[in-house]
């Protein structure tokens, strides 16, 4: 089993109450230095897409993890039986056949760790506040999971942002912002809890690491709240954030 095999991979640190979750401490502790790695050979990317730059660090995870017991899988169906599935950014699967995370058997078709990417700022039209919520879709980071439009059945996941412009600290306040609004709008389904926690140290040069605790509904539904990651990669070259 994959959480018999991880006692060598370093712990991620404060994080989320994950004493019991040794799959979850695994992928992200592996995911906390290898991102952080990426960054250093990536910076400078300002310019290049979504897209391109998760397949990027797709493949750099990969050719990276080839001794731990996981791997990962860019544009992951959330149905494959449906051939307009939602598809998370990048997927993670044990080696093995079945794992089981916070009581769910996960079997090996299963992402049982999933990250969606955003880029920080997003460009075009409307768009700006995208790292959380879609102007006209729902295609926003947060939103998805809080939607279960990705993530559905998982209690753990991630979002990763590829910072192209401004500091961490900038957007650390301005998503927090666009958040405290959107409670205010519709408190219904945004609460002030979904806001991100943590600490930018300001030493850390190259990735940021922060949690938040969402609400989570499915077809107006309240269901049990997603854990979610956010991993935030500075890709801006020669600028200390």
């Not at 990969?62 to 950014?89: A, C, I, L």
């Not at 506040?129 to 809080?146: A, D, Q």
């Not at 979904?194 to 930018?200: A, E, F, S």
């Amino acid at each position: 089993m994959l959480s018999e095999k991880v006692s060598h991979i370093s712990n991620t640190g404060w994080l989320f109450d994950l004493e019991e979750e040794t799959s979850i401490k695994a992928v992200a502790g592996f995911v906390r230095t290898y991102f952080e790695e990426f960054a250093k050979k990536n910076k400078g990317l300002l310019d290049q897409n979504e897209t391109g730059i998760t397949q990027k660090l797709c493949i750099f995870l990969n050719r990276n993890s080839q001794q731990f017991p996981f791997f990962f899988q860019p544009e992951y169906m959330e149905d494959t039986t449906k051939g307009n599935s939602p598809q998370v950014d990048i997927g993670t699967f044990s080696i093995d056949e079945k794992i089981i995370v916070s009581d769910r058997l996960y079997g090996e078709e299963d992402s049982f760790f999933s990250m969606e990417a955003k880029r920080l700022p997003t460009p075009g039209h409307n768009r700006e506040k995208e790292y959380v919520i879609g102007h006209e879709t729902e295609c926003g980071g947060i939103e998805r999971f809080k939607k279960s439009i990705h993530g559905n059945g998982l209690k753990y996941a991630a979002i990763i942002a590829y910072v192209q412009g401004d500091s961490f600290d900038y957007w650390f306040m301005e998503i927090n912002k666009w958040i405290d609004e959107l409670a205010k709008d519709n408190g219904s389904i945004w609460k002030a809890n979904d806001k991100l926690r943590g600490h930018i140290d300001k030493d850390r040069l190259f990735l940021v690491e922060l949690i938040s605790e969402n609400a989570r509904f499915k077809e107006g539904s309240q269901l049990e709240n997603i854990y979610l990651f956010h991993f935030w990669i500075n890709l801006i070259p020669d600028k200390n954030l």
